[in-house]
């Protein structure tokens, strides 16, 4: 059993539907979430299904004699950053090597690199009249969106695609395979 932590910034509804996802599921479990933020609903989301969480500052976040006695406290096997808007830093990559995976709300590499998350990702989506766009699954790597590719799934644009519209579509892609993606990733080390 593949013992998973999700690492969040926001609300939060890829965090909680991973965590339904492998509730009861004989392959991985999510056994803690990790926020920067400590008024991230994906808090509320975990206490309401019953996960632990930890608020960990950027300072903490980047100091190994911090964070790894709360991940090991956990037995944590794999990280899921899920919305996370802050870098790996290098300990976790080097200790959790290809097993820390992160979503990319876009077909990277348009689009990934140091501010681009979220709605920014999308302005600039529209902005380049782009007639498709999609997700991106990807190790992490020391490189800001740089990580080898696992799997990416797209959709397309029309013209007329608000951002709010794009911002959708990129959820029904996320809501339907990132879980997947992760159960597969999991199967195989």
């Not at 681009?116 to 498709?132: I, L, P, R, S």
């Not at 020391?142 to 959820?171: M, W």
């Amino acid at each position: 059993m593949t013992r998973i932590a999700i690492f969040v910034s926001g609300s939060g509804t890829n965090c909680e539907n991973i965590i339904r996802y492998f509730q009861h599921h004989d392959k991985g479990r999510v056994e803690l979430v990790v926020s920067n933020r400590d008024d991230a609903y994906a808090l509320v989301r975990a206490a309401n299904l019953n996960v632990p969480s930890v608020v960990v500052n950027k300072s903490q976040l980047n100091d190994e004699s911090y964070l790894m006695p709360i991940l090991r406290q956990y037995d944590i096997d794999f990280i899921v950053l899920a919305g996370f808007l802050l870098m790996a830093p290098s300990y976790l990559i080097n200790i959790y090597k290809d097993r820390i995976i992160n979503l990319h709300p876009a077909l990277l590499p348009k689009f990934g690199g140091k501010g681009m998350y979220g709605h920014h990702v999308h302005e600039a989506v529209k902005a380049a009249a782009e007639t498709e766009t999609g997700i991106t699954i990807h190790y992490v790597s020391e490189v800001c969106d740089g990580g080898k590719i696992i799997a990416q799934f797209k959709t397309s644009l029309l013209p007329t695609d608000t951002i709010e519209d794009i911002e959708q579509k990129i959820h029904v892609l996320e809501q339907s395979h990132f879980p997947q993606v992760i159960e597969s990733v999991i199967t195989n080390i």
